[in-house]
C-alpha cells in the first residue's frame, strides 16, 4: 500500500479536493471576496482554491502532525517586499486555515490533541487509498514504478 510520501504532492491534492466537495465540506460565503493573507495582493483566481487549501491543509498535517493553527499559518504565508529592501515573511490568514480545520474536524478526518491537530485512522486510510490508486495509474504508465507497490 502506498503512502502520502510516495506520490506527487500536485495529484494527491487536486484528487482530495474532489473528494472533498463531493463529501460537502462547508465553504464560508466569504472565500469569493478574502485575500489568503498579508502577504498577497489579490484573492485567489480558481473558484474551488477552497477544496484545494482543505486538502493541502489535511496533508500538510498527515505529514507534519501533530501541528497547529500558527505553524500552518506560517507554512502558508509568503513574502511581500517592503519598499527597496527584501521581503518580509507575513504569515496566511488564521480563519482560512483554521475555517478549514473545523470542516475536516466536521467529517471526522482531522482530531485535535495536546501538541495540536493529527490525522484520524479514518482520515488516515482515505489518504493511503487514494494514494495507492494514484501510484497504481502512475505503475501502468511507467512500469518500472511497480517496485513502489
Not at 500558527?70 to 502558508?76: F, M
Request: hydrophobic content about 40%.
Amino acid at each position: 500500500m502506498a503512502k502520502v510520501f510516495d506520490v506527487p504532492a500536485d495529484e494527491l491534492v487536486e484528487r482530495l479536493a474532489a473528494q472533498l466537495r463531493e463529501e460537502g465540506i462547508s465553504e464560508p460565503e466569504w472565500t469569493a471576496f478574502v485575500k489568503t493573507g498579508a502577504h498577497a495582493d489579490r484573492p485567489p483566481h480558481r473558484r474551488d482554491w477552497w477544496y484545494v487549501r482543505c486538502a493541502s491543509v489535511l496533508r500538510k498535517i498527515y505529514m507534519h502532525g501533530p501541528v497547529g493553527i500558527n505553524e500552518l499559518r506560517k507554512e502558508y504565508g509568503g513574502g511581500k517586499p517592503s519598499g527597496y529592501g527584501a521581503a518580509h515573511h507575513r504569515s496566511a490568514g488564521g480563519a482560512i486555515i483554521r475555517n478549514a480545520v473545523h470542516g475536516l474536524e466536521g467529517l471526522g478526518l482531522v482530531v485535535q490533541t495536546k501538541g495540536g491537530r493529527v490525522v484520524t485512522s479514518a482520515g488516515m486510510k482515505k489518504l493511503d487509498n487514494l494514494s495507492t490508486n494514484i501510484l497504481k495509474e502512475m505503475v501502468r504508465e511507467n512500469p518500472p514504478l511497480k517496485a513502489y507497490l
